[in-house]
């Protein structure tokens, strides 16, 4: 590893020392982690169904079946990061993809909250969780195109914020191109989603819709978190996109389940709705026991 990717990732992961006094024992606590596992249940039409139970999920971890131990509806509230790629290449398309973002916003419930973040060579926040419309309206306003595309980094930058979020939450991240400009790798970010439990939602425009390779690396992303990879085919288009992004995220069911102990083996799971069987579900493939 080279000295800027070690620079970079200890901004990313920081290690801090712990220490003890003698008049300060030390003292062990250990935490359970609930499992988290967001659910969008889909008609045949594709169409988002509403008004489901707890008991209308079926849910099984390595073919074991679990019992649900909190449960939200499509009702509760939720948290959703906007990533905006706005690298230079996105510069003549750029107003566009700001009225998309800003419809998205205004669909949304009181209740939810937003945050808005943008990428090119390096990660910016532009604004933190809320659900005041005039602070996220400002921030995509103040949106600029210039320099390279880091996807990588800009995904694994924004984790955080999301995993610290209760409740149902996702990530919508909007790229034109393939990554050029990171220190992390795509293995980095697939392994970082793959260990948390936010539905990635990765819309592809422009020249990313010419690349097998990024469209296969979006898929990578989102598929595993129970997200889904859109193709933006052209720019009058993307407000439909957005609002597909938010009906999901406005339909979508929240299980929690206690798992058993584990030496970080990867569990799979599985979820059905037996009582709708031309329903398709889509949900995280499953996660790492500790």
Partial sequence: MNSTRRRFLGLLFPVFPVTATQDEP???RAEVRLVEIHVAVLDRS???VR???KSDFEFFDEGERRQPEIFESEQSPFSVALLLDVSGSMESDLPLIKRAALTMIQQL???DRVAVFCFSDRTLALAEFTSEQKALSAAIRRLRAEGTTALFDALVRVAPALTARPG???LVVFTDGDDNASALTLEHAVERFRRESVPVYAIAYGNALK???LQNTLEQVARPTGGERLQLRRPQNAIEAFERVSRDLTASYLLTFRPPSGKGEWRRL?????????ARVRHREGYFAR
Avoid at 270 to 278: L, M, Q, T, Y
């Fill in 26 to 28: 030390v003292v062990f």
């Fill in 46 to 48: 594709g169409r988002a």
């Fill in 51 to 53: 008004g489901l139970t």
């Fill in 109 to 111: 419930r009181p209740e």
């Fill in 168 to 170: 149902k939450k996702a």
């Fill in 211 to 213: 690349s097998s390779k």
């Fill in 270 to 278: 599985r979820v059905s709705v037996p009582g709708r069987r031309e």
